[in-house]
């Protein structure tokens, strides 16, 4: 059974960092792209980074470039989010998840090829 363990929120001051990080198990993660999503009060869930099976392609938000770092660990089966210069709109619930797809070479920032989800990680940016 694939099990998805985030940590690493927590509440943070206007320009400050946190790292996520999301243990996997239960799934070869190497062979799989994973993501991290978030998801705000009243609003859709929204796809903030992912990163292929190989680790040669990262995709980010518009809204997140050059503040936010996806990285994996396949040696360790976790995915970490580098967040810094937060802002209080980053303020979600934070998910990684795991694509449905094997060894894909397609696009990876679409929300609905993610089959296993975590439970989800607060992240509160106070301004």
């Known amino acids: 059974q694939v099990q998805l363990v985030e940590s690493g929120g927590g509440l943070v001051q206007a320009g400050g960092s946190l790292r996520l990080s999301c243990a996997a198990s239960?799934?070869?993660?190497?062979?799989?792209?994973m993501g991290w999503f978030r998801q705000a009060p009243g609003k859709e869930r929204e796809t903030v980074a992912a990163?292929?099976?190989?680790?040669?392609?990262?995709y980010y938000a518009d809204s997140v470039k050059g503040r936010f770092t996806i990285s994996r660990d396949n040696a360790k089966n976790t995915v970490s989010l580098q967040m810094n210069s937060l802002k209080p709109e980053d303020t979600a619930v934070y998910y990684c998840?795991?694509?449905?797809?094997?060894?894909?070479?397609?696009?990876?920032?679409?929300?609905?090829?993610?089959?296993?989800w975590g439970q989800g990680t607060q992240v509160t940016v106070s301004s």
């Open positions: 990163i292929s099976w190989s680790g040669g392609t990262t």
């Open positions: 998840a795991t694509d449905r797809r094997f060894r894909t070479w397609g696009r990876i920032a679409n929300l609905g090829d993610y089959d296993y």
């Open positions: 239960g799934r070869t993660f190497s062979n799989y792209a």
